[in-house]
């Protein structure tokens, strides 16, 4: 009895510590003190879109955007077609986003492998025209400057190969449109696809949790320590003059 009482009180005392852990990660900024304020000027935008678990960056298909990312362009996948307005990227684990398309096909090993350690991919999807009044779509407004950075490194997570073309991963796709590659970096619990979209975001002069783990937390700081215009987010102290 006592053994078991030990046993209860050590999982009680870690979930204690995981949810102040996540309390921590949502409430502290990061970077901590906000940037200084910038002039009035153009703004460009991304969309962070989210879902229950998992987010994904979209980035207008505009020319410089389309030509900045041929390089994962080959045979068979194209971003040639008038019809793209979008091009969405998302950093994640292999195993469990190559083998777990819808929930019903969730498997063992490969959530395992996302609760520990795994190799990272990253998914891309050509779409067209998004409705940005739709639940789960932040529509983020930064500078030019901010968002070739975020573009940048967005480029920077795929890995190349001797040509420098991005590592198409042969077979692997939800459908006729969207393609996986080989991604730099390790997927782990800690460190999981929505902190790599928290990275990129803060690459642009967005404030962010500390610690995202989960898409409503990244949401939620987003909002939290950024300016909020209406249907946009800007980092603070920024202001897109009017075209």
Known sequence: ????????????????????????????????????????????????????????LAFPADPDVLARLSFIGNETFHLTDPRIAWIVVGWGGRSFYLETPTWAELKFLPLMRGLTVDRSTL??????????????????????????????GTIA??????????????????GLNDRFFEANGYFTALAGCNTWTSAILRQGGLRTGFWNPLPQSLVWS?????????DQISPPGFSASKP
């Open 123 to 152: 998914h891309v999807e050509p779409i067209g025209a998004i409705d940005i009044r739709q639940p789960g779509i932040e529509k983020l407004s930064v500078s030019p400057a901010a968002f070739d950075a975020m573009l940048e």
């Open 1 to 56: 009895m006592r053994r078991l009482r030990t046993i209860l009180k050590s999982i009680a005392a870690a979930l204690v510590a995981a949810a102040l852990l996540f309390a921590a990660g949502m409430l502290l900024p990061r970077p901590f003190f906000a940037g200084t304020s910038e002039a009035p000027q153009a703004s460009r935008t991304v969309l962070l879109l989210s879902n229950p678990i998992h987010t994904d």
């Open 157 to 174: 997570s795929f890995q190349r190969d001797a040509g420098e073309k991005a590592m198409m991963i042969e077979g692997a796709g939800y």
């Open 222 to 230: 987003l909002k939290r320590y950024n300016n909020t215009d209406g």
